[in-house]
């Protein structure tokens, strides 16, 4: 019975039954997300000062 599960496992995890791999074509950055990830610099630059000034006041 295991030689038959091991004979299953090496038959399943083939290399010819694996399907190629494709690389994925980068997409264009839309102004909608370059917006976006502006807003969210600038809140991460003002946020950062903010805990700067929190943490300095000891």
């Not at 019975?1 to 690389?23: H, N």
């Amino acid at each position: 019975m295991r030689c038959l599960t091991v004979f299953f496992a090496v038959l399943i995890a083939s290399p010819s039954l694996a399907k190629s791999f494709d690389r994925p074509i980068p997409q264009a950055q839309s102004a909608t997300a370059e917006f976006w990830y502006a807003l969210a610099c600038l809140a991460l630059i003002v946020s950062m000062i903010a805990v700067q000034r929190l943490v300095s006041r000891r």
